[in-house]
């Protein structure tokens, strides 16, 4: 990471069991490399529900629960910055509907914001499909 970087992790009235904050730093910033791209100053809040849904209707106009929110600072600090707001319940229901464990869908959540920083959209199917693509791949980087 260049010395402008930093990976910052809050937890806003939440626990997040097993996760590794050096496990996650690197999947983000080889992420962020491996799509030519620069890390920059990124904030990875984990919170509740009813947190997340507060922002999601104050930020969005959006009335619905969401596993992640991203605001991206890229065009307003260095390299690819951002606030990622992530619902640990979300996350956890979304393992169990998907059969893979909770630190799997938590890390696929993170790379999802991380790829929206990099400017990947999910509005169409195809962009689905590139996103999901893209978020599998960095999951084997793990392994």
Known sequence: MSPESSIAFHYQDVDVPSLNEEVVRKLVVDTI???NAEPGTLQIIFCD????LEMNQAYLQHDTFTDIITFDYCQDLEGISGDIFISIPRVMENAKKY?????EELHRVILHGILHLLGYKDHTRDEKEVMRSK???YLTLLS
Request: aromatic share 20%; charged share 25%; no cysteine.
């Open 99 to 103: 059969s893979v464990s909770f630190m």
């Open 49 to 52: 529900d009813e947190y997340l």
């Open 33 to 35: 490399v491996a799509e």
């Open 135 to 137: 978020e599998n791949y």
